[in-house]
């Protein structure tokens, strides 16, 4: 069978970062109605439903053994449990402003990551790149909207455990693809994850009840769990499986180019020069980046 090719990693981690990009579009609605984690563990469950159903269709066994089982679902505990677990807690105490401001740093941390954990090296272009985007972002998301005051510190750094949490689950996925692939990694991971939020959701409906449910909120859950959940993440792990981890990283930065185009296009919001001039550099950083990985994958 023919490998990936790594243009196909990068589109992948693209699309992934693009979903989580208008994600929370939907999920501000769902969140209305049904409580984070309760949301959470459905998404999961209807993610592993999905997944299922695929590798049923492809006929494809998980055929991993006891060690390999055990790593995975602590994969999916950190990413799916924890990371997200953390970055729920973190917005609620901190501020969206501050959660994509602190999120963009993970793209960072995964770097820092891969050196030690999966022996990469990371080149003067690379860091580049890497520096070209994060500017791309600080300048589309707009630093100074963020908040430092004294009584968001829990808050904030609760997001910064959530972005080196994430940034660990993503150089994580890297390594495990080297005995499994990414459709069988995120079925289980999803596994993993749901051993964390179960009993967080059973905890929450015990304090919060969850709102009338509408058609749109139906549709909304699916969407989330289906398209952002599913799909997204198959195509991140995808992503991580195809390319290094820190040239799947910059895809990351997709997310708040989405989020602003859709913020334009369904609620009204203004896309200004400074948006237009992150986007520019974030696309450069990525050029950069999947150059040099297209270089080394033709030697």
């Known amino acids: 069978m023919r490998s990936p090719s790594p243009r196909s990693g990068l589109f992948a981690g693209l699309a992934a970062a693009a979903i989580w990009g208008g994600m929370y579009v939907v999920s ?45 679902l602590l994969i999916g505990l950190l990413g799916y449990g924890v990371s997200l677990g953390l970055q729920f807690s973190g917005v609620q105490l901190s501020t969206a402003a501050n959660g994509a401001v602190i999120t963009a740093a993970t793209p960072v941390f995964i770097y820092l990551f891969a050196g030690p954990l999966l022996g990469e090296r990371v080149t003067r272009r690379r860091w580049l790149a890497l520096l070209l985007a994060s500017l791309g972002v600080l300048v589309v998301v707009d630093p100074s909207q963020a908040q ?30 080297q005995f499994t692939d990414a459709l069988r990694l995120s079925f289980v991971a999803f596994l993993g994850g749901l051993l964390w939020v179960l009993p967080a959701a059973a905890l929450e409906l015990g304090q919060q009840q969850i709102g009338p449910v509408t ?6 859950v699916l969407y989330l769990g289906v398209i952002s959940t599913a799909v997204a993440a198959y195509c991140w792990n995808f992503a991580f499986e195809v390319l290094d981890a820190g040239v799947a990283s910059l895809t990351f ?47």
Do not use: H
Not at 215 to 220: D, K
């Open 253 to 299: 930065f997709a997310q708040p180019l989405v989020g602003a185009v859709l913020g334009y296009l369904l609620l009204g919001e203004q896309l200004s020069t400074f948006f237009l001039v992150g986007g520019l550099l974030i696309l450069l950083g990525l050029w950069m980046a999947s150059q040099e990985d297209r270089i080394a994958a033709s030697r």
């Open 215 to 220: 058609w749109s909120v139906v549709l909304g």
């Open 28 to 72: 501000k609605v769902i969140l209305d109605v049904i409580p984070p984690f309760t949301l959470l563990s459905l998404r999961l469950l209807l993610a592993v439903f999905c997944l299922g159903l695929w590798m049923l269709w492809r006929r494809q066994a998980l055929q991993l053994g006891r060690r390999e089982w055990g790593g995975l």
């Open 148 to 177: 430092l005051n004294a009584d968001l510190w829990r808050g904030n750094l609760l997001l910064v455990a959530a972005a080196v949490t994430w940034a660990l689950y993503s150089v994580l996925v890297r390594k495990a693809t």
